[in-house]
């Protein structure tokens, strides 16, 4: 990923109603919301969803397909992944540094990468 399409992409995602609307869709899934679900989640206004689900498709950070009268919007899981990678990328000079804090947040309470319980 170059710099200037990662930078594009924290951008979007740095407005707060962006924010919230796209981890809404990465919580959803691959099957996504339509739009009015996310608006009855977000308690926004039509024309500010639409401002919002516009900026994030144009950027590729979510995708819409219409289904009959309504458009599904989910999380573009390749995208996002992209960015992680991007940004991870050289971590620690590559020797494996995934802060403690992170790794207390998975299910089982473990590091997936050290076997370490929290």
Sequence with gaps: MEINIASGLLAALGHESRLAIFRLLVEAGPDGINASGI??????????LSFHLSHLSRVGLIEGKREHRFIHYS???AVMDELIAF????????????????ACN??????????ETC
Excluded: D, W, Y
């Design 39 to 48: 608006g009855e989640k977000m308690g926004m206004a039509p024309a500010t």
């Design 75 to 77: 999380a573009n899981f």
């Design 106 to 115: 998975t299910p089982e309470g473990t590091s997936s990468q050290h076997g």
């Design 87 to 102: 940004l991870t990328r050289n971590c620690c000079q590559g020797i494996g540094c995934l802060p403690k804090s992170f």
